[in-house]
């Protein structure tokens, strides 16, 4: 069965920082990866999706990577902002057909302004 | 473009009453996948949906079915309700089995 972790749990830093957000996989037959943001209470926004073809992917200030063999996904942020406050989220499919996603548990994520 | 659209947003019931969910996909996206979250949870797969026909299916009880409709807009019914039943249920929809999957906002479920 697929498990998913994400390290660390919480991150408090200051504004204007460059930070790291880690997950894991132990399953590397994924076919895909993607990264979401999720604000208290609300909904799930997709920030990256890594197909298990590539390496990384970029979109403005986010960068994720993806090192399939070895069953881990980076999710880098540049110049941390308060509005990036939130639980990101790293997910996983594994095979083929409409497969759901396995998530981790999500890194709260504060910056201070 | 228009979300995933999803209603009704709140929803409050007692224990062993009946919920209907729906769940609207973004324009021509054909997949539909349905989520529960409970309090401090992760997100956890239910069922998916791929041209009107079950696909996946994950810890989705018993008392729970779902269906996609020839306009690939889908309802989770869900009966017998409990208190363990409480959470965010999530409607995602993807252009296709495993391309990216787009969130509702969510129907918050209470049960009494």
């Known amino acids: 069965k697929q498990e998913v972790t994400q390290i660390p749990a919480a991150l408090s830093v200051p504004e204007g920082e460059n930070l790291v957000l880690n997950c894991s996989f132990t399953?590397?037959?994924?076919?895909?990866l993607q990264w979401f943001r999720q604000d208290p209470g609300k909904g799930l926004t997709s920030l990256l999706l890594?197909?298990?073809?590539?390496r990384e992917q970029t979109s403005g200030r986010l960068n994720a990577s993806l090192d399939k063999s070895s069953g881990r996904s980076t999710l880098y942020i540049a110049a941390s902002q308060p509005g990036d406050s939130a639980t990101y989220l790293c997910a996983v499919i594994v095979g083929g057909g409409a497969d759901g996603l396995t998530f981790g548990k999500g890194t709260h994520l504060i910056i201070q302004p | 473009a228009a979300g995933v659209i999803q209603s009704p947003r709140h929803l409050i019931k007692e224990k062993r009453e009946t919920a209907t969910l729906k769940c609207y996909p973004i324009s021509r996206h054909d997949t539909v996948y349905w989520y529960q979250q409970g309090p401090g949870q992760d997100p956890q797969f239910l069922i998916s949906?791929?041209?009107?026909?079950?696909?996946d299916k994950g810890s989705i009880p018993d008392r729970f079915s779902a269906q996609q409709f020839s306009d690939y807009h889908s309802e989770l019914n869900m009966s017998s309700l409990e208190l363990g039943d409480s959470a965010l249920y999530f409607c995602?929809?993807?252009?296709?089995?495993?391309?990216?999957?787009?969130f509702g906002p969510g129907t918050r479920l209470t049960v009494t």
């Open positions: 890594i197909q298990s073809s590539q």
């Open positions: 949906f791929y041209e009107k026909m079950q696909s």
């Open positions: 995602a929809s993807s252009f296709g089995p495993r391309y990216e999957q787009y």
């Open positions: 399953d590397s037959a994924i076919y895909n």
